[in-house]
């Protein structure tokens, strides 16, 4: 009992609640949920107080503030009174944390903006990520206009995902932003993966910008491309999916008897692309016109 009659300081939270929010209104930034109170009093109010358990909330009105624009600042000083009439009259306050609350709405400013990735995610050997879906692609972004003006995404928070060997699907919160509301606030992600296999195809060497009368002869006339596709994309690359140039100007410029094979086009998504043979002979033949008799 001795002990219950020294003073002491604790701390207590109270409730935060906004009030009266018009439907036609959207919060963007949300006031704290709570206030922290640091008291000094005799242990025996003190106890009291925590055998209470709770505080009643404050509440805020809206309509009380909707004078002072879209961010509304209210401070402790304004709230004080509705904290020390929950308190003892012995009962000394010491401080309230946060010293303002404050919150940011729109009248209904808003927008469609695309969802973008933030983040690292990498494929195991042998494997690699087919695409990046985000479910959904976009989403409402609810901000008062001076911030609505400055937003063209929303991105995803920050995350990693290293050696990933099947198709994984990943729900992220978008970043977060002062005053700013995205409608969802979290997308789903879908990684799918793939293997990549080897497939070898013939593709034939083609001649190009050569001066009528000339050809090219090349030997051998065709190479087999040897490269790696993901499993879903084998049956639908084919060989004429591949172009083997030489044009008659390179042939010119060239100082050697032998041409170096290139791919002048090639279907995307292949990778570690190998040429048999790597070089090629070549040779520009002149066609002659054919004699006439008289």
């Known amino acids: 009992m001795q002990t219950l009659n020294d003073d002491y300081e604790v701390e207590f939270s109270i409730p935060v609640?906004?009030?009266?929010?018009?439907n036609s209104v959207v919060i963007t930034s949300d006031p704290p949920s709570e206030l922290r109170i640091r008291v000094k009093d005799k242990g025996t109010v003190l106890l009291n107080y925590m055998l209470a358990k709770s505080f009643f909330p404050i509440t805020l009105n809206y309509g009380d503030y909707k004078s002072e624009g879209n961010h509304v600042r209210i401070y402790s000083s304004q709230f004080e009174k509705k904290i020390l009439g929950q308190l003892n009259l012995s009962t000394k306050l010491l401080w309230v944390k946060?010293?303002?609350?404050?919150y940011i709405y729109t009248n209904g400013s808003y927008k469609l903006v695309p969802v973008r990735l933030k983040g690292k995610v990498t494929?195991?050997?042998q494997y690699y990520i087919s695409d990046t879906i985000f479910r959904p692609d976009s989403v409402l972004v609810y901000a008062p206009s001076p911030i609505l003006d400055t937003i063209t995404a929303a991105y995803t928070q920050n995350f990693k995902l290293d050696n990933i060997t099947d198709t994984v699907v990943k729900s992220v919160p978008l970043i977060a932003r002062k005053g700013v509301k995205f409608i969802p606030g979290n997308a789903e992600i879908v990684f799918p993966v793939d293997f990549f296999t080897d497939k070898t195809v013939e593709v034939p060497i083609s001649g190009v910008k050569f001066p009528s009368g000339k050809v090219l002869r090349t030997f051998p006339s065709k190479i087999n491309i040897t490269f790696q596709v993901g499993l879903s994309h084998f049956r639908s690359v084919h060989p004429e999916d591949f172009r083997i140039n030489i044009s008659y100007d390179e042939l010119l410029n060239l100082k050697s008897d032998k041409f170096t094979v290139k791919l002048a086009s090639a279907p995307k998504g292949i990778r570690h692309v190998r040429f048999s043979p790597s070089t090629v002979d070549f040779l520009i033949e002149q066609l002659y016109p054919a004699s006439h008799g008289n």
């Open 17 to 22: 609640r906004l009030k009266g929010v018009p």
């Open 123 to 125: 494929a195991g050997r």
């Open 98 to 102: 946060p010293d303002t609350v404050d």
